[in-house]
C-alpha cells in the first residue's frame, strides 16, 4: 500500500500563506518609490547635516549667480537702479534688453585683448607653478636631513594671507626704495620699474602669483608622489632604467590622477585672482595688467556711472568660458582614461 508522505496542509499556515501572497499582490500594484523619495528615507540623517552647507551656498553663491544673470539682461546703471535718498525713496526704471549686453562686449576689441592677457596669465602661471611644484616635491619626496624643516617653509606662502603677501611683494618692487632694486644697485645695475613699465608689471604680476600658487602644488604633488608603490622605482631600477627613464615612466602616470584635479583648480583660480592683479597694479600700467575679472570690477565700481549690468555681462562671460574649458578638460581626460 502507498504511504503519502507528503505533509499535512495546517489551515493556519495556508491562510498565513493566502494573506501573504495577497500582500505581494497588493504590494506589487502599486507604483515603485521614486529615488529621491528612496533616497530620503534611507539617508535622511545625512541631508539632514547637507541641509544648512546647501542653504548657505545658495545663498551666498546661488542667489548672486541668479541676480547676475537678470542684470546682464537688462540695462541697469548707477543712474536707474532702486535707491533711497534720504527721505525719498526712488524705483528703479531700467529695462530688459535681452542680449544686447553680450553682443556689444563680443563686439568690443577690449574683451579680445582682456580675454588674450588673461588666458597667457593663467597659462604661463599654471604652467610655471605645476613645473616648480612637480620639481620641489620630487625634491623634498627623498629622504635628506631637515627636510621637515624645507616642507615647512615652502608651505610659508600659502599659510600668509593672500593680500598681506602682495602688500610685501609691493614693497619689494618699489622702483626707489625697494629691496630688489637696491640689490641690483650694489651691482652696478640701474633701478628696475617693476610696475610702471608694461612688460616688467606682467613679468612681476605672474611672479607673485607663482610665490602663492607653489605651495598648494607641492603639497597636492608631494601626497601623490608618497601614494605611488617604492617597488615599481626599484623594478625599474632593477632593470636598469635611468632616472629620467623611471621618472617618465613611473612618476608621471602615478601622478596624472591627481595632476588633472590640481591644474584645472589651479586654472579656474588663476584666471579669477583678483587680488593679486588689483592689489599689486591694479590693472596698469595704463591697461596692460587688466584681467577680465578686474575690468568687470572696474565696470561695477570705480567708473562712472556704474554699469551694473555691463559687469553683470562680462561675469557671466567669465563663468561660461571657464565652463567651457572644465567641459573640454573633462573630456580630454576621459579619452586618456582619467574619469571623475
Same mark, same amino acid.
Given at each position: 500500500?502507498?504511504?503519502?508522505?507528503?505533509?499535512?496542509?495546517?489551515?493556519?499556515?495556508?491562510?498565513?500563506?493566502?494573506?501573504?501572497?495577497?500582500?505581494?499582490?497588493?504590494?506589487?500594484?502599486?507604483?515603485?518609490?521614486?529615488?529621491?523619495?528612496?533616497?530620503?528615507?534611507?539617508?535622511?540623517?545625512?541631508?539632514?547635516? =547637507?541641509?544648512?552647507?546647501?542653504?548657505?551656498?545658495?545663498?551666498?553663491?546661488?542667489?548672486?549667480?541668479?541676480?547676475?544673470?537678470?542684470?546682464?539682461? +537688462?540695462?541697469?546703471?548707477?543712474?536707474?537702479?532702486?535707491?533711497?535718498?534720504?527721505?525719498?525713496?526712488?524705483?528703479?526704471?531700467?529695462?530688459?534688453?535681452?542680449?544686447?549686453?553680450?553682443?556689444?562686449?563680443?563686439?568690443?576689441?577690449?574683451?579680445?585683448?582682456?580675454?588674450? $592677457?588673461?588666458?597667457?596669465? +593663467?597659462?604661463?602661471? =599654471?604652467?610655471?607653478?605645476?613645473?616648480?611644484?612637480?620639481?620641489?616635491?620630487?625634491?623634498?619626496?627623498?629622504?635628506?636631513?631637515?627636510?621637515? @624643516?624645507?616642507?615647512?617653509?615652502?608651505?610659508?606662502? $600659502?599659510?600668509?594671507?593672500?593680500?598681506?603677501?602682495?602688500?610685501?611683494?609691493?614693497?619689494?618692487?618699489?622702483?626707489?626704495?625697494?629691496?630688489?632694486?637696491?640689490?641690483?644697485?650694489?651691482?652696478?645695475?640701474?633701478?628696475?620699474?617693476?610696475?610702471?613699465?608694461?612688460?616688467?608689471?606682467?613679468?612681476?604680476?605672474?611672479?607673485?602669483?607663482? $610665490? @602663492?600658487?607653489?605651495?598648494?602644488?607641492?603639497?597636492? @604633488? #608631494?601626497?601623490?608622489?608618497? /601614494?605611488?608603490?617604492?617597488? #615599481?622605482?626599484?623594478?625599474?631600477?632593477?632593470?636598469?632604467?635611468?632616472?629620467?627613464?623611471?621618472?617618465?615612466?613611473?612618476?608621471?602616470?602615478?601622478?596624472?590622477?591627481? /595632476? /588633472?584635479?590640481?591644474?584645472?583648480?589651479?586654472?579656474?583660480?588663476?584666471?579669477?585672482?583678483?587680488?593679486?592683479?588689483?592689489?599689486?597694479?591694479?590693472?596698469?600700467?595704463?591697461?596692460?595688467?587688466?584681467?577680465?575679472?578686474?575690468?568687470?570690477?572696474?565696470?561695477?565700481? =570705480?567708473?562712472?556711472?556704474?554699469?551694473?549690468?555691463?559687469?553683470?555681462? $562680462?561675469?557671466?562671460?567669465?563663468?561660461?568660458?571657464?565652463?567651457?574649458?572644465?567641459?573640454?578638460?573633462?573630456?580630454?581626460?576621459?579619452?586618456?582614461?582619467?574619469?571623475?
Amino acid at each position: 500500500m502507498a504511504v503519502d508522505t507528503s505533509p499535512a496542509m495546517d489551515p493556519a499556515a495556508g491562510a498565513k500563506g493566502a494573506r501573504g501572497r495577497g500582500s505581494r499582490v497588493r504590494k506589487a500594484g502599486t507604483p515603485p518609490p521614486s529615488r529621491i523619495r528612496n533616497a530620503l528615507t534611507r539617508h535622511w540623517y545625512a541631508w539632514a547635516m =547637507v541641509a544648512p552647507v546647501v542653504l548657505v551656498i545658495g545663498l551666498i553663491i546661488g542667489y548672486p549667480l541668479v541676480r547676475g544673470v537678470y542684470l546682464s539682461l +537688462t540695462d541697469a546703471n548707477e543712474a536707474n537702479v532702486e535707491r533711497t535718498i534720504g527721505i525719498n525713496h526712488i524705483p528703479a526704471t531700467y529695462q530688459t534688453v535681452g542680449l544686447d549686453n553680450f553682443q556689444a562686449i563680443l563686439k568690443d576689441q577690449v574683451f579680445w585683448d582682456r580675454l588674450s $592677457w588673461t588666458v597667457t596669465w +593663467t597659462v604661463s602661471c =599654471v604652467a610655471l607653478t605645476f613645473a616648480i611644484g612637480l620639481g620641489l616635491a620630487v625634491l623634498l619626496n627623498r629622504r635628506f636631513a631637515g627636510r621637515t @624643516l624645507y616642507r615647512s617653509l615652502l608651505i610659508l606662502p $600659502w599659510a600668509v594671507p593672500a593680500f598681506v603677501s602682495v602688500f610685501a611683494w609691493r614693497l619689494l618692487y618699489n622702483e626707489k626704495n625697494g629691496i630688489l632694486n637696491k640689490v641690483l644697485h650694489g651691482g652696478g645695475i640701474d633701478a628696475v620699474p617693476w610696475l610702471n613699465d608694461p612688460t616688467m608689471a606682467k613679468v612681476s604680476v605672474i611672479a607673485v602669483n607663482i $610665490w @602663492l600658487g607653489v605651495p598648494f602644488m607641492l603639497v597636492a @604633488l #608631494l601626497g601623490g608622489l608618497q /601614494s605611488i608603490p617604492g617597488e #615599481l622605482y626599484e623594478a625599474a631600477e632593477m632593470d636598469g632604467a635611468s632616472p629620467w627613464q623611471r621618472f617618465r615612466h613611473i612618476t608621471l602616470p602615478g601622478l596624472r590622477s591627481v /595632476s /588633472s584635479t590640481v591644474i584645472l583648480l589651479s586654472t579656474i583660480w588663476t584666471f579669477n585672482m583678483f587680488p593679486v592683479i588689483f592689489l599689486l597694479t591694479r590693472g596698469g600700467p595704463g591697461d596692460s595688467t587688466e584681467i577680465l575679472v578686474t575690468y568687470a570690477y572696474r565696470l561695477s565700481f =570705480v567708473n562712472s556711472p556704474r554699469d551694473f549690468a555691463g559687469a553683470s555681462a $562680462w561675469g557671466v562671460l567669465i563663468l561660461l568660458v571657464l565652463m567651457l574649458f572644465a567641459v573640454v578638460y573633462r573630456r580630454s581626460l576621459r579619452k586618456q582614461g582619467e574619469v571623475w
